[in-house]
């Protein structure tokens, strides 16, 4: 595009015609020597015309501008006015004073910055401010099965009972990936079972569980699946899994090695069971009913003795080899005599041995002795023993009881019953533990209670050896139910003890009662006023149509859609959500917290796939309300002493924006005409009465407009000119002008704004103008964006010559690119083609454009704050060529470009120099603001960026480095080397985050 400021008619500068002077009186008067440095008066006059023709030069290079600009004023063009800055800010109320407070629309608020006045912003709409906080934000999926707390929410429940591990509260650390679940979260599904008794097995034992399912279910089947859920018993180290997991004729069993650590509930030991699933739950699993068992094959005893000596299960002699009445044996197994109603077997081979008793050499000398007094002979014959009965007995806490045995064992013991046995008998619900031996567990005592011919001597005692004892057990007359069954779902504990002993199906597993994907908001109470304001600040904008989100609120009823008006374009950039609270807003208990609660639902399930790009939220701030850089002025009266034809009047402001003009008319009007227009225009007049309740002063609203040429005799219209801050009227015959003389003829309150001063670093703006009561603090979290001064007079003459080339029609490319470059000084970079989408997809009919702004790096503010400004401005240019849906107005595509750097020093002390140069340049280089000015579509190559580096001159040089570019696409967001990188239209390269690594010389 060819720029008028590059014509220079005359070059010649003052230096030059003093040089030509010099030149000239060398050759045409020798005899007089031009000294600018000692001048005599010659000298002097030459160099007075030398200045004076250097500025007739420059003045004359000025006429083709000259001639621009009046020539553009030919077409009635005038200078765009300054735009206001604009921004977000958040106010927030005293803790425990009032429930809300409205905040009315062009309620002023205070930007300062050092040194400069403060600034004023005015609030672009009415706000109702609440003292309602936002306490908790979770992120749940059904699909996923997740539950992540993001701020406050619920904690992990504990499968096992115990205290909690410390948890600290989860504030929201960086952003929230909006419908992100790849994180892990605190939901569980398990179901545990506990039984005093059953579960309390060790290593061989079988647990059994008979699983009926409700319906058409089977539960059994996907129970056993490995892949789908786990099982696990308490031991000391916590939940471990069990060894093997079988499902034969529609029973579970469990097999495990290790051994169980009881758990005690409220002074009672239990053991337990539990049954984790480890994917999420799509469908309800219920049961009808649980049964428990268990069974053990060939355990052998955990102590046996006699007399206080320990015995081997392998060969023993349970009373020695000689009988005594009530001589006894302990038997104990701890689990397996605790199996309530489980049939107990003792399986072990019994033989006999016999030996003979009789007197020791003493015993016999003495008794000689006494036969020598006495010579009658006395005969002594050998006698027999045996423990001709038993008892068997277990203690039960008050004393010892008999053990109730299938059959009658009492004369297992006396000699006639060799060879193999099995002695059964049920498990009694009493049996307690005892101490014998140095053991405190259950245990068998076998007691001697006959044994005839025990103590005579000679005798024969022919005493039992049992060899190879082992104990059985099994629950033969039906299935146990579990003494407690609790299940896990989400991040809440429900018991189903008391339903499971009535008979009535539990639900132990069920999907999390949530629809799909959301994010949820907790408040602690409802909003009392309306509208309601909320803040989402996103931190990285995306150029793409994002996935549709739909807003619900809690009733008591249930959840509700809600109404909202969303400045966020489904969260593809930051802005605010204002919503009316409904009537019905009640609390609901979501997780176990009873909150207000509002919801941001994946309307169509679009973020089932993971792998696409999430919105990313950098905080969510309640009492938000737009403001702008806007100051609305005192109304200024005017008075006329002689009404005549374009009267001009100087206006007490600058930057003018708008300017609301009325204007007297009652010398104008009759009382009929004022009384009709009372009642069909109310809000553009305005009339004062005096105590009789006549008009004396008769005010009617007046319009701006760009020029006087298209206006009739009875429209009330008139001009501002920004650029010499005033207003003017017509001529009184094709256009109305104020005639009122003995008033004020009229008033002018003007808004006007600072231009670029708006724009103000976050935290900028802090105050109130004026006072408001149960205010605590006031800030902007956003830095204020897109204000700019008065249309440089360049861009003016550009706009011109646009609309000499396009004659007001954009058709061809270059036309749109002229618009929008003269759209506002906002704007740094332009690219626009015909039949691509943004993406570099072909698309007939289509016209994309992309708008880099100057102010890029602090967000999309600036873009979305004009872009439908811009849109209307280049449909309406365009109306009759290119349909509204076919024009796409959008960012372009930013790629972020990082490089690792490794360079070599051999000066250490010179480190941080070398760093700090590498980082500088690159940064420098890549920033599409600089001297380079990549232009849209134009990505730097890696010869480019080595040129760069190797170029350098410092204490030290570049050996190797990576370049990596980050781009974000509906997929998601991507990183590749800068070869790999796809090739797109639209896309611009800005500095990503540098790596310099010092290596010193070999």
Not at 220 to 237: G, H, K, M, N, Q
Not at 358 to 379: H, N, S, V
Not at 641 to 652: D, Y
Not at 899 to 927: G, M, N, P, S, Y
Request: aromatic residues 10%; negative net charge.
């Amino acid at each position: 595009m060819d720029r008028h400021t590059d014509l220079v008619i005359d070059p010649r500068s003052e230096g030059d015609i003093r040089r030509e002077i010099a030149r000239l009186a060398a050759s045409y008067t020798p005899e007089w020597c031009f000294d600018p440095e000692n001048p005599d008066i010659g000298s002097t006059i030459a160099l007075i015309f030398a200045a004076q023709m250097a500025g007739n030069i420059s003045r004359l290079n000025q006429v083709i501008g000259k001639y621009h600009t009046e020539f553009v004023n030919l077409l009635g063009l005038s200078l765009l006015p300054a735009y206001p800055a604009s921004g977000v800010a958040v106010l927030s109320l005293i803790p425990d004073t009032v429930a809300g407070l409205p905040l009315p629309k062009g309620t002023k608020l205070l930007g300062e910055q050092a040194g400069e006045e403060p600034i004023v912003f005015e609030t672009l709409g009415d706000v109702y401010l609440t003292n309602t906080r936002l306490t908790d934000i979770l992120s749940i999926s059904s699909y996923f099965g997740k539950i992540i707390p993001l701020l406050g929410g619920p904690r992990q429940v504990q499968i096992l009972p115990g205290p909690a591990p410390e948890q600290q509260e989860n504030p929201i650390a960086g952003t929230i990936s909006l419908f992100d679940f790849t994180r892990p979260g605190v939901a569980r599904s398990a179901a545990v079972f506990y039984h005093q008794t059953v579960f309390d097995t060790g290593p061989g034992v079988h647990i059994q569980l008979s699983l009926t399912g409700t319906a058409d279910q089977a539960p059994v089947e996907c129970l056993a699946d490995p892949d789908r859920f786990r099982w696990s018993y308490r031991t000391a180290e916590g939940l471990t899994p069990f060894d093997r997991v079988a499902l034969q004729e529609g029973i579970l069993t469990l097999d495990k090695a290790g051994e169980s650590e009881p758990l005690s509930l409220d002074g009672v030991p239990y053991d337990l069971i539990c049954v984790e699933s480890l994917e999420p739950v799509s469908e309800p699993l219920s049961l009808a009913k649980i049964g428990l068992a268990s069974t053990c094959e060939g355990a052998e005893p955990s102590f046996l003795c006699h007399n206080d000596q320990d015995l081997e299960a392998g060969r023993f002699l349970p009373f020695g080899d000689t009988a005594s009445l009530f001589d006894d044996c302990y038997l104990g197994h701890d689990r397996i005599f605790s199996q309530r109603g489980a049939l107990v077997t003792l399986h072990f081979t019994l033989s006999f041995q016999e030996r003979l008793v009789t007197f020791t050499p003493q015993q016999e000398a003495g008794t000689l002795k006494i036969i020598k007094r006495k010579p009658k002979a006395i005969p002594f014959e050998t006698a027999a023993t045996a423990p001709q009965t038993v008892s068997f007995d277990y203690f039960n806490g008050l004393g010892w009881r008999r053990l109730p045995t299938l059959q009658d064992w009492s004369t297992l013991f006396d000699g006639e019953h060799p060879g193999k046995i099995s002695l059964s008998f049920r498990c009694p619900d009493d049996w307690l533990p005892t101490v014998v031996g140095g053991y405190d567990q259950r245990c068998i005592r076998i007691r001697i209670t006959r044994a005839d011919n025990c103590y005579l001597q000679p005798c024969v005692h022919t005493m039992p050896v049992v060899e190879g004892l082992t104990l059985t057990y099994r629950y033969d007359q039906g299935w146990k139910l579990p003494q407690l069954v609790q299940s896990i779902q989400g991040t809440q504990i429900f018991d189903f003890t008391a339903d499971l002993l009535a008979g009535s199906p539990v639900t132990l597993f069920q999907p999390l009662p949530y629809p799909g994907n959301a994010l949820y908001l907790g408040f602690d109470q409802r909003p009392a006023g309306a509208p309601v304001s909320l803040l989402f600040d996103v931190a990285e904008p995306v150029h793409f149509q994002s996935a549709p989100i739909s807003f619900e609120y809690t009733s008591f009823s249930g959840w509700k859609p809600l109404k909202v008006i969303d400045n966020t374009n489904h969260m593809t950039s930051a802005g605010t959500v204002l919503f009316m609270p409904p009537a019905d807003m009640a609390p609901v208990s979501v997780e176990g917290i009873t909150r207000y609660w509002l919801r941001l639902v994946d309307a169509d399930n679009i973020y089932v796939d993971q792998e696409r790009h999430h919105p990313l939220i950098r905080a969510i701030l309640p009492n938000a309300v737009e403001i702008r850089n806007v100051e609305t002025l005192e109304p200024e009266s005017f008075y006329l002493t002689v009404p005549g034809p374009n009267m001009t009047f100087p206006i007490a402001a600058e930057n003018i924006l708008s300017a609301e003009v009325f204007v007297n008319e009652r010398d104008r009007l009759s009382l009929p005409m004022m009384q009709q227009l009372l009642r069909e225009r109310p809000e553009d007049v305005r009339a004062t009465y005096n105590f009789l309740g006549d008009i004396v002063e008769f005010f009617v609203r007046w319009h701006e407009v760009e020029n006087f040429d298209t206006s009739t005799p009875s429209d009330r219209h008139y001009t501002i000119d920004r650029m010499n801050n005033t207003i003017s009227f017509g001529d009184g015959v094709h256009v109305r002008i104020p005639t009122a003389r003995n008033a004020v003829a009229f008033t002018v309150q003007a808004s006007c704004c600072k231009g670029a001063k708006g724009n103000l670093p976050t935290g900028a703006v802090n105050a109130l103008r004026g006072r408001m009561l149960y205010i605590d603090s006031v800030y902007n979290p956003i830095a204020t964006y897109a204000g700019s001064d008065l249309e440089h007079l360049s861009s003016a003459q550009r706009r011109g010559a646009n609309l000499l080339c396009s004659r007001g029609r954009l058709v061809s490319q270059v036309d749109f690119y002229r618009e929008v470059a003269a759209f506002s000084d906002a704007i740094a970079k332009v690219k626009c083609l015909t039949g691509v989408d943004l993406d570099g997809r072909r698309e007939p009919a289509l016209v994309t454009i992309a708008v880099m702004m100057k102010d890029y790096a602090s967000g999309s503010y600036s873009f979305h704050s004009l872009k439908d400004r811009l849109r209307q401005r280049l449909l309406s240019r365009c109306e009759a060529t290119l349909d509204p849906g076919r024009l796409i107005l959008s960012e372009p595509i930013y790629v972020s470009i990082s490089l690792t750097v490794w360079a070599e020093t051999a000066d250490a002390h010179r480190a941080f120099e070398l760093q700090t140069l590498i980082q500088q340049a690159i940064d420098e280089f890549l920033d599409p603001m600089g001297q380079n000015g990549w232009d849209i579509g134009v990505l730097p190559t890696r010869a480019q960026l080595r040129m760069l580096l190797h170029a350098l001159r410092g204490p030290g040089q570049v050996k190797r480095f990576l370049a990596t570019a980050r781009y974000v696409d509906p997929a998601g967001v991507h990183e590749r080397s800068l070869e790999e990188l796809p090739y797109s239209p639209f896309a611009i390269g800005i500095p990503g985050t540098h790596k310099v690594y010092l290596e010193l010389p070999q």
